[in-house]
């Protein structure tokens, strides 16, 4: 399938640039005290990840109609993304009042009987998680429903957000995200993507 086969920006590039930013953010967040560091290239990927949601939907056709945001459906942690796209939009591309940072390392630490080595330390310093519901700036996030029951809520992506990003660093989901891209890209663009 090639609906773009002349653009220059295609999926693969996106990916790319989705790639290219959640590396940063890896490596800026295991420099200490480097809150802005890391927030930088998490704004750039986030932004990336919004951008490939809209065109996978808008270029996916795997029965030969434009699947919208129903493709992530068809894909692995698309709920992670359908719950990314449910933060930005109640946020209204403000991706700080969304996530908080949080100065504890993430990563393997080593158990109090362990020796310690270095591959038992943790990966990052510091991480930017994602916010309960009830942090959220905006109050439509919150007004359906009470703060004890998100469960309940029909909007798949807020629900998605409440079971797979609230307290997560913002990194591992676009980790997930990324996976699920790059899933669709090889379908779209098997000979550009590395």
Known sequence: MKPYQ???V?????IEGLRYAVERLEQAASTPDNSVGT???LFEALNWIVALDDRIGAIWRPEGKKLGDTWRAKV???????GLDWVRNVVHHQWADALRLDPAGH???PGEDLFPSDDLFPTHDHAWVWRSINELPDRRARRRRPKSDPS???DPGRTAYCSRLIGRPAADTLRDGLESCEWVARLLEPQRLR
């Open 39 to 41: 927030y930088l290239p």
């Open 107 to 109: 990563g393997l630490y």
């Open 10 to 14: 295609t999926v693969a590039v996106q």
């Open 76 to 82: 692995k942690n698309g709920d992670v993304i359908a």
């Open 152 to 154: 309940d809520d029909p």
């Open 6 to 8: 002349d653009e220059v």
